[in-house]
């Protein structure tokens, strides 16, 4: 799958919301995508230098990199959660105007 691709498609979608919802989920997928950048620097440092490192005494560590990787991903993990979140509201609101649009159609 092609992230960017599907990245076009979401934001197309986006354009449909209401300007608050919009701002909200605009500015928190920005983060979102900040984090994945993270993620992947993180990965790439544990990859390039291993996931241990040696200290001056000659013990082994794990690396930083290694305890910085779950603390972002379980953050991007939260900010995926609320995506989705605003995504089921807008989806909820959606479904409820069209329910009252034919409510209202039919008096």
Do not use: C, W
């Amino acid at each position: 799958m092609d992230i960017d691709k599907r990245l076009e498609q979401v934001l197309a979608q986006a354009e449909r919301l209401g300007d608050e919802q919009k701002y909200y989920f605009l500015t928190t997928l920005e983060r979102y995508q900040e984090q994945l950048g993270l993620l992947q620097d993180l990965k790439d440092d544990i990859s390039a230098e291993g996931r241990y490192v040696k200290l001056a005494n000659g013990s082994m560590k794990i690396h930083p990199a290694v305890t910085e990787l779950n603390k972002t991903a379980s953050a991007a993990n939260n900010t995926l959660n609320t995506l989705l979140g605003i995504l089921k509201q807008v989806k909820a609101s959606t479904l409820s105007e069209a329910v009252m649009r034919t409510d209202d159609d039919e008096l």
